[in-house]
């Protein structure tokens, strides 16, 4: 049965997001408990004689604005062209199941190591071609191409699990355009301006990000706010498109499982059953690290630095001597401690959403729809500046952003939930889950490129070595932490995974 939602209604609602989100931007800014005369006397300390300006003086938000938007504008148009030759593969049986595989790595693998793999693949690619001529000025590889490439690998896994679902359906190929389009708009677009702030950090490209990164050690607010409002509307904007173009793209479907809950699923799937057993073991070596690693992570030895591989040292040594295997082990106890929390509150909160949609009604959809809109990392940086947060914070801060993203996956489905009650239980889980695995490659991007908490003072993310000249030499440096990220992640992706095999829907027709 085909619904229309009224056009006022969605303008009306994509407004509410908008003042929503940019309420909390400024109800951060008035939390900023620092005197001017306490900034001053940080900067001192610094050496840094101001806040960042990128002229000198007074801030024009508009020339990276237009860079980042151009930037998002091309990531978008690659996502719908990939979403739609998706669901075309997803119809064809003998593909099916590789596209799947596929989208299990992708979305086992932290985005932040997929954008530094992608960038510098496309670096040794661009300095390989020909540095005059109409080839770099007819197609700029390096500055538009591969972020753009970067941000979709990462988003894998997420798009191919809303491309299979509409694969089930039968539809034209300007039915599965738009829904492409539709999802693309609606669901990625602050997920998309949050891995432009770490594209733009890792290669300087002038940004919004570009500013954001240099603004935010400076306590720079006025400059942070304004990119943060400016992140609001492209946001916004995109939403207000894709929700006018799904308004009416609903369609019936029939359930393979119609009667397997999520324990059900769970029993059932080997994938589910492996993803939980790397969950768990994550969470035995965050519990007592002292059993696997034998010295002390922290601990510097001169006369064992760079050791490779093997020997006293199982995963070698670092350029200050230290383990790198207790490193790992004992690095790992921060994320698997905030992924456990957030992952706690949020699942036992899930529990209330209906009573609390019963009590609430509009005025929650319209809260949890103002944290989804402002992207994940530019709200960890304008707490970052108004807080000095502590990882204590830092997870209050990521399950606030993930219980309003459980929430809006509750709320979209309620309409379906007593017709499918289980297959949307099935499908919210996995949804979660995929979220959690997410949340990790946010640890790691935080963690790695600086922007988080300073404590503690071993994690994976400062383990990995951004310089390209280690890669060649002392690769054990970056993949044994990257490595360890990839394992947890792969847990919760082979949950989703495991789950979502019982959720998969066809056809009126294919049931006939």
Request: proline content about 5%; charged content about 10%.
């Amino acid at each position: 049965m085909q619904t229309s939602i009224p056009v006022a209604m969605i303008v009306a609602m994509n407004a509410v997001r908008y003042v929503g989100a940019t309420v909390l931007v400024f109800f951060a800014g008035a939390l900023y408990p620092h005197s001017p005369a306490q900034v001053e006397e940080f900067l001192k300390q610094s050496n840094v004689v101001r806040p960042y300006r990128p002229d000198g003086g007074a801030f024009d938000i508009f020339p990276p604005l237009l860079s980042t938007a151009t930037l998002i504008g091309l990531t978008l148009f690659l996502f719908v062209v990939v979403g739609t030759l998706l669901i075309r593969l997803y119809r064809w049986k003998n593909l099916a199941g590789f596209v799947g595989l596929l989208s299990v790595v992708s979305g086992a693998v932290p985005g932040f190591l997929i954008v530094l793999a992608v960038l510098i693949f496309g670096g040794s690619l661009a300095s390989a071609l020909p540095q005059e001529g109409p080839l770099l000025k007819t197609f700029p590889l390096l500055e538009l191409v591969l972020p753009a490439i970067a941000l979709i690998l990462c988003n894998f896994g997420k798009l191919s699990s809303m491309c299979e679902f509409q694969a089930q359906t039968a539809g034209t190929f300007s039915d599965d355009l738009l829904y492409a389009s539709a999802v693309t708009l609606q669901e990625f677009p602050a997920t998309i301006v949050t891995g432009m702030i770490i594209i733009e950090a890792i290669l300087n490209y002038p940004g919004l990000g570009f500013v954001l990164v240099k603004a935010t050690p400076v306590f720079d607010l006025p400059v942070i706010r304004e990119i943060a409002i400016s992140a609001i509307i492209l946001v916004v904007a995109c939403r207000l498109i894709g929700d006018l173009m799904c308004r009416s793209n609903q369609r019936a479907m029939a359930l393979r499982n119609p009667d397997a809950s999520v324990t059900k699923a769970l029993l059932r799937s080997p994938l589910a059953w492996l993803g939980c057993g790397l969950v768990l073991t994550w969470v035995v070596l965050a519990a007592m690290p002292d059993t696997i690693a034998s010295y002390d992570p922290a601990r510097n030895n001169f006369s064992a630095m760079l050791e490779p591989p093997g020997g006293d040292y199982l995963l070698g040594t670092d350029a200050f001597g230290r383990d790198i295997l207790a490193g790992v082990v004992h690095g790992g106890q921060r994320t698997v401690f905030i992924a456990l929390i957030v992952a706690a509150i949020t699942v036992s909160a899930g529990f209330t959403f209906p009573l609390l949609r019963q009590m609430l009604g509009t005025s929650l959809s319209i809260f949890t729809s103002s944290i989804t809109t402002l992207p994940l990392l530019v709200l960890l940086l304008i707490f970052k500046v108004t807080f000095f947060f502590s990882t204590g914070v830092f997870a209050a801060i990521l399950t606030l952003v993930y219980l309003a993203r459980l929430y809006e996956i509750f709320d979209r489905g309620n309409m379906q939930m007593d017709e499918n009650r289980h297959m949307w239980s099935r499908m919210s889980v996995a949804a979660a889950l995929r979220d959690f695995a997410y949340l990790v490659g946010i640890v790691l991007a935080v963690d790695a490129l600086r922007f988080g908490p300073v404590e503690p003072n071993v994690n994976w993310g400062l383990m990995i070595n951004l310089d390209p000249s280690y890669f060649d030499n002392e690769a054990w440096l970056t993949v044994m932490p990257a490595a360890a990220a990839v394992s947890l992640m792969l847990g919760f992706t082979l949950l989703a995974y495991g789950i979502e095999r019982h959720s998969s829907t066809r056809s009126a027709a294919d049931e006939a």
